[in-house]
C-alpha cells in the first residue's frame, strides 16, 4: 500500500484516478480547492477507511508524509482557465514548486500533469515529444500553456538539481463522465446541447482537429507512468492518436443521441489550435505496451449515457 497525494483530485480526471488507486489498495489525499472540480465527484468515495479529502490551495505550501504525488490541480477548459488567468498562472508554477518542494522534502514521486497545449498550435503532426511547440506567449491560451510549460520546466530542473524523482505526462484531450457539463470544452458541450435538443456550436468552420482519449485509458497510462524505472522522467505523449475534425464530432454525438439538434456555426476564439494528433510511439515502448483501447464511438455511449443521468446538471 502506498500513500498517494493527487491534487485536484476532486477534478473530472483526478475524481478517477482517486477512485481507480483507491480501489487498487492504496491510501489516498485527496486535495482541492474546489474551483472547477466537485465533491459530488468523489462522494461515493468518502467514508472510505483510505480515503482522505483535504480542502486546500496548491498555491500555498502543503506538508503530508507521501511516497508519491500525482499533480492534476489546475482548471483544465479554455473558458475557465482564461476566467482568472492569473491565478492560473499562479496554481501551474507555485504549485508546482509547492508540491516539488513536498516531494523532495519526503522523498516522493511526483507526476506532472502536463498537455499537449505546450505544442500550442503545432507545426509538426502529429506532434512528438522533441518538438518544442509554437505557442503564443502573450495570447488568450498563454495563462494555461506557458503555466504548464514554466511547470515542465520546474520539474526537470528539480530534477537534475536536487534529485527529485519526476514524470512528466503531455495529456491531449480527453472526455468522459465527470466532466463539468458547463465547462466549455467540446464534447461536454456538444452532448449536453444534443441532449437537450439545443443548437450545436461548431466553433469556425468545424474543419480543426482534435484527437480525442478516453478516461480511463489516460489513468491506465498515468498509473503506468508513475510505476516506470526512476531513469524515465518524460516527458511522453498519453492520447489516443484517432483524429477528429470537430464538424465530425458533432455529427456523430446528433447520431448517436438521436437529437433533434441542428449545427451551427459561429467565430473561432483567437489562437485556437488548428490541428492536434498525439506521436504515441514512446508511451507504447516506454509504458509497458500502453495504448488507448476505447474508441471514439464506445466512449461517447459511456459519456451520453452519463450526461442523460445527470440530466439536472446540464438544466
Ligand atoms: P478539472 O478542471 O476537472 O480538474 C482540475 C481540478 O483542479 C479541479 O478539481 C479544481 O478544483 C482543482 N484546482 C484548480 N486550481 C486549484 C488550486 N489552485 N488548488 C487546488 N486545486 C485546484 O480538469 P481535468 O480535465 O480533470 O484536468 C486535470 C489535469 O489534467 C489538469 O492539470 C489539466 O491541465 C490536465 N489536462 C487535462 C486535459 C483534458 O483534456 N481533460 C488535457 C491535458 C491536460
Ligand atoms: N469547440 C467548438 N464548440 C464548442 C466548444 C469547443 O467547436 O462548443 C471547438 C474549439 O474551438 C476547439 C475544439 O472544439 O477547436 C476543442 O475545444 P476544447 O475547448 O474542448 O479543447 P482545446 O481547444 O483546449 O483542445
Redesign the pocket.
Known sequence: MKRILITGGAGFIGSHLCERLLHEGHDIICLDNYYTGSKQNIEHLIGHPYFELVRHDVTQPFFAEVDEIYNLACPA??IHYQHNPIKTIKTSVMGAINMLGLAKRVNAKILQASTS?VYGDPEVHPQHEGYWGNVNPIGPRSSYDEGKRCAESLFVNYHYQNNVRIKIARIF?TYGPRMHPND????S??VTQAIMGKDI????N?M?T?SFQYVDDLVEGLIRLMNTDDSFIGPVNIGNPEERQ?IELAKIIIELTQSSSKIIFSS??KD??SQ?QPNIKLAIEKLGGWHPTIGIEEGLKKTIDYFSKHKSCTK
Do not use: A
Not at 201 to 204: A, L, N, W
Open positions: 477548459s479554455p497545449e484531450n466549455g470544452r467540446v464534447i458541450n456538444f456550436t461548431v466553433y469556425g468545424g480543426q482534435r470537430i473561432l476564439p485556437d489550435p492536434r
